[in-house]
């Protein structure tokens, strides 16, 4: 068999750099967008912040305008300039600067409360740890260095919710046997880490928590009756068998009903407020607003990042007659970047000004409107690809006067009706959660009945559906439910 040459043509799908740019800037966070911006300032001086505000923009782009008169449609095929990059061109309209209330709490622009940072408890938890509290505790009181540092042995030992990590007799063998410590002594050393703050800590299980608690407590029939069940009967009050502990300690409702309130009201985890809880703010990327009686969709300035040209290094490279290899790179890197910001924007725009149409039932009537939705339907719509629907909708967050959405809460499977239609998983669970919080707690709904109600309203649920949805909600089943 001889060589020869051959000619074949084919096909095959190539992305460029600008289009694997596109796609990794829309499947970011907002935070992750700012980030990855950030490298890109830090490592093109061809790129820079628009901190003069929306003085320039694209060409065919728009300003910001009041919402209630909403800006001219932008020109789409419009090619951008290359020196600045302003307001994002997809918005028909600025949202108000100022605060705006609404049924799940205030909204500013940076996604949470001005007040919010003089919360004393949050300061607390954030500066105090529960080992540097019972340390400081520790050292008011009057003890031998010897029993001192066996507090401190088993302080170590204490979990984030002030229990003891591990048993007592464990504890003893892992310490030197040159100490010639007794188990006695550290059995002391925790009788004192219980007489600290937060009440209930040092606790080996749950049962000795709340008994610590309790001992503090306020003397009276309950509190007796309490210290009881929780001794003896906190298996069948966890299992809400009110007649079987009724029968055993012969106690009639009044003081049974006190008894369980009072139990209710201590603290199984004495020591999570001085757990280190970091805080997750949100900026949203899109806001929703009520206008004209039409639900519209706006960019969130404050997630909208200002670029442009820097035009000192634009006009040295325009100077030079031959031009410069790597600046000349950096330069379209530039005007990649911008281009794609302001396609990532678009994108998301388009997409959730499509979900609102959809969904606007929802921002009128609440969860229980709330219609089924997937993503090929608004692909469809939009003349997307699915997984472009996909990214767009992941890690996105919408702000409206019912409170911060994802992007993907509006996406739900359906139910089929007895009219033919469909319902909402989202608004099944919505109706499952009124029932339950209307229901009369001494005879709550079960899942079957549960089941029954909704198929009257023309919802065919099977229970083991209904069990699934009030799983998810975290509401636990009838037996647990029941009160007295």
Same mark, same amino acid.
């Given at each position: 068999?001889?060589? @020869?040459?051959?000619?074949?043509?084919?096909?095959?799908? @190539? +992305?460029?750099?600008?289009?694997?740019?596109?796609?990794?800037?829309?499947?970011?966070?907002?935070?992750?967008?700012?980030?990855?911006?950030?490298?890109?300032?830090?490592?093109? *001086?061809?790129?820079?912040?628009?901190?003069?505000?929306?003085?320039?923009?694209?060409?065919?782009?728009?300003?910001?305008?009041?919402?209630?008169?909403?800006?001219?449609?932008?020109?789409?095929?419009?090619?951008?300039?290359?020196?600045?990059?302003?307001? *994002?061109?997809?918005?028909?309209?600025?949202?108000?600067?100022?605060?705006?209330?609404?049924?799940?709490?205030?909204?500013?622009?940076?996604?949470?409360?001005?007040?919010?940072?003089?919360?004393?408890?949050?300061?607390?938890?954030?500066?105090?740890?529960?080992?540097?509290?019972?340390?400081?505790?520790?050292?008011?009181?009057?003890?031998?260095?010897?029993?001192?540092?066996?507090?401190?042995?088993?302080?170590?030992?204490?979990?984030?919710?002030?229990?003891?990590?591990?048993?007592?007799?464990?504890?003893?063998?892992?310490?030197?046997?040159?100490?010639?410590?007794?188990?006695?002594?550290?059995?002391?050393? +925790?009788?004192?880490?219980?007489?600290?703050?937060?009440?209930?800590?040092?606790?080996?299980?749950?049962?000795?928590?709340?008994?610590?608690?309790?001992?503090?407590?306020?003397?009276?029939?309950? /509190?007796?009756?309490?210290?009881?069940?929780?001794?003896?009967?906190?298996?069948?009050?966890?299992?809400?068998?009110?007649?079987?502990?009724?029968?055993?300690?012969?106690?009639?409702?009044?003081?049974?009903?006190?008894?369980?309130?009072?139990?209710?009201?201590?603290?199984?985890?004495?020591?999570?407020?001085?757990?280190?809880?970091?805080?997750?703010?949100?900026?949203?990327?899109?806001?929703?607003?009520?206008?004209?009686?039409?639900?519209?969709?706006?960019?969130?300035?404050?997630?909208?990042?200002?670029?442009?040209?820097?035009?000192?290094?634009?006009?040295?490279?325009?100077?030079? /007659?031959?031009?410069?290899?790597?600046?000349?790179?950096?330069?379209?890197?530039?005007?990649?970047?911008?281009?794609?910001?302001?396609?990532?924007?678009?994108?998301?725009?388009?997409?959730?000004?499509?979900?609102?149409?959809?969904?606007?039932?929802?921002?009128?009537?609440?969860?229980?409107?709330? /219609?089924?939705?997937?993503?090929?339907?608004?692909?469809?719509?939009?003349?997307?690809?699915?997984? %472009?629907?996909?990214?767009? %909708?992941?890690?996105?967050?919408?702000?409206?006067?019912?409170?911060?959405?994802?992007?993907?809460?509006?996406?739900?499977?359906?139910?089929?009706?007895?009219?033919?239609?469909?319902?909402?998983?989202? @608004?099944?669970?919505?109706?499952?959660?009124?029932?339950?919080? @209307?229901?009369?707690?001494?005879?709550?709904?079960?899942?079957?009945?549960?089941?029954?109600?909704?198929?009257?309203?023309?919802?065919?649920?099977?229970?083991?559906?209904?069990?699934?949805?009030?799983?998810?909600?975290?509401? *636990?089943?009838?037996?647990?439910?029941?009160? +007295?």
């Amino acid at each position: 068999m001889k060589p @020869a040459l051959q000619l074949k043509l084919s096909q095959h799908l @190539a +992305l460029t750099p600008q289009l694997q740019q596109s796609i990794k800037l829309l499947q970011l966070s907002t935070i992750e967008m700012q980030q990855e911006i950030e490298r890109y300032l830090l490592e093109n *001086p061809m790129l820079e912040r628009d901190d003069d505000g929306p003085g320039e923009n694209f060409a065919g782009a728009q300003q910001f305008d009041s919402p209630d008169k909403p800006a001219s449609e932008p020109a789409g095929d419009s090619e951008p300039r290359e020196d600045v990059q302003g307001e *994002p061109p997809m918005t028909p309209g600025e949202v108000d600067d100022d605060r705006w209330s609404s049924d799940a709490g205030t909204f500013t622009g940076a996604g949470r409360d001005e007040d919010d940072d003089n919360d004393p408890q949050d300061s607390h938890a954030a500066n105090v740890s529960l080992r540097e509290h019972l340390t400081w505790q520790l050292g008011m009181t009057q003890m031998s260095e010897r029993d001192r540092s066996l507090v401190r042995f088993l302080i170590e030992a204490l979990n984030d919710d002030g229990y003891l990590s591990a048993p007592l007799e464990e504890l003893w063998e892992t310490l030197p046997p040159e100490y010639e410590i007794e188990i006695e002594e550290l059995e002391i050393a +925790l009788h004192h880490i219980q007489n600290f703050d937060p009440t209930g800590i040092g606790a080996r299980d749950l049962r000795e928590c709340l008994l610590l608690q309790l001992k503090v407590a306020e003397d009276c029939a309950e /509190r007796t009756l309490a210290t009881i069940i929780v001794d003896k009967h906190l298996e069948l009050l966890a299992a809400r068998d009110f007649v079987r502990i009724r029968r055993l300690t012969g106690c009639d409702d009044e003081i049974l009903k006190g008894a369980h309130e009072l139990i209710t009201s201590l603290d199984p985890r004495p020591a999570a407020g001085y757990a280190q809880i970091e805080a997750r703010y949100i900026t949203p990327d899109v806001i929703v607003k009520k206008l004209k009686g039409k639900w519209t969709a706006y960019i969130n300035p404050d997630a909208y990042p200002r670029l442009r040209i820097n035009r000192l290094y634009a006009d040295i490279l325009a100077k030079q /007659r031959r031009g410069n290899g790597n600046l000349s790179g950096q330069l379209q890197e530039a005007r990649w970047l911008i281009k794609n910001v302001q396609q990532r924007f678009e994108t998301i725009h388009r997409v959730t000004q499509a979900i609102v149409d959809r969904q606007r039932q929802f921002f009128e009537h609440g969860e229980v409107a709330m /219609r089924p939705l997937v993503l090929r339907e608004i692909a469809d719509l939009l003349g997307l690809h699915e997984s %472009t629907i996909s990214r767009v %909708t992941s890690q996105k967050y919408m702000a409206t006067p019912r409170g911060i959405f994802e992007l993907k809460y509006f996406f739900g499977s359906h139910v089929a009706t007895d009219t033919g239609g469909a319902c909402s998983a989202t @608004a099944i669970r919505a109706l499952i959660k009124q029932l339950i919080s @209307a229901e009369d707690g001494k005879k709550p709904l079960s899942d079957s009945q549960l089941s029954e109600i909704l198929g009257q309203q023309g919802i065919v649920v099977a229970r083991r559906t209904v069990a699934k949805y009030r799983e998810s909600l975290n509401i *636990p089943p009838v037996n647990l439910r029941k009160t +007295l």
